[in-house]
């Protein structure tokens, strides 16, 4: 079955503890990318990747890291994480992420829920 | 920088019943896409329909279709004859056709009632 998988799918920590979601596809997809969603806010984006090691910032990166390994992986990297990055977090990839990237419809995982004490 | 605005926080409609939902979007591009989104209490984003904005014809997918009007920058979502797997938030997106970022509005949540 096609799909993005994330995971932890909840996870509450502590201020400062250094954490890890994962997220993986299986469609060969070239895009992917992080966004958060927040009430009164939609989804806003944090990071993406057009292609294996090319990343970069959205419109919310700070306090996020990311990496592109490899073509069906993309964590999300919380360093320090903060009682702010509380959220609720969805992967998304799509086939291809380069000038034609915009017609491409995004598929999405099915979230992680996020509370930082 | 593009924006998305859904002006309606909630709605609600009797089962059976039409619904439209209301969206707007601001660009000074030629070329994009735009789609709307259906959000569960399950949290999972689905794809319910989408429209390029090259195309005149209204987008169509079963029971939802697209009020398109590309003047007035409007995208609103109809859902004939609602059913109760109607209930959910939906979004309104907005991608260019060079980049790959959705811009979300920030949802209607959408009531279906006996």
């Known amino acids: 079955e096609a799909q993005v998988t994330q995971n932890p799918r909840y996870l509450i920590t502590v201020t400062g503890k250094k954490l890890t979601v994962t997220c993986s596809q299986n469609?060969?997809?070239?895009?992917m990318s992080w966004y958060r969603q927040d009430p009164g806010l939609g989804l806003r984006q944090i990071y993406y990747?057009?292609?294996?090691?090319?990343?970069d910032k959205g419109d919310v990166p700070e306090g996020y890291k990311v990496s592109r390994k490899e073509k069906r992986n993309f964590p999300l990297i919380l360093e320090s994480p903060s009682p702010n990055q509380t959220s609720l977090y969805f992967c998304a990839s799509s086939l291809v992420g380069t000038w034609a990237g915009g017609r491409e419809t995004q598929y999405f995982g099915p979230g992680t829920r996020l509370l930082v004490l | 920088a593009q924006t998305v605005t859904q002006s309606q926080p909630e709605m609600s409609v009797q089962e059976a019943e039409t619904v439209t939902l209301s969206c707007t979007y601001d660009?000074?591009?030629?070329?994009?896409?735009l789609f709307w989104y259906k959000q569960p209490p399950s949290r999972q984003m689905i794809l319910v329909i989408r429209q390029e904005a090259y195309k005149q014809q209204n987008a169509t997918e079963n029971r939802f279709s697209v009020n398109f009007q590309k003047a007035a920058k409007s995208f609103s979502l109809k859902i004939s004859d609602s059913q109760l797997g109607d209930a959910a938030m939906y979004f309104c997106?907005?991608?260019?056709?060079?980049?790959?970022?959705?811009?979300f509005g920030t949802g209607t949540r959408l009531q279906v009632t006996l």
């Open positions: 469609m060969n997809h070239e895009y």
């Open positions: 997106a907005y991608n260019t056709g060079t980049a790959s970022k959705l811009t």
């Open positions: 660009t000074s591009e030629s070329d994009y896409y």
């Open positions: 990747s057009m292609n294996v090691e090319v990343t």
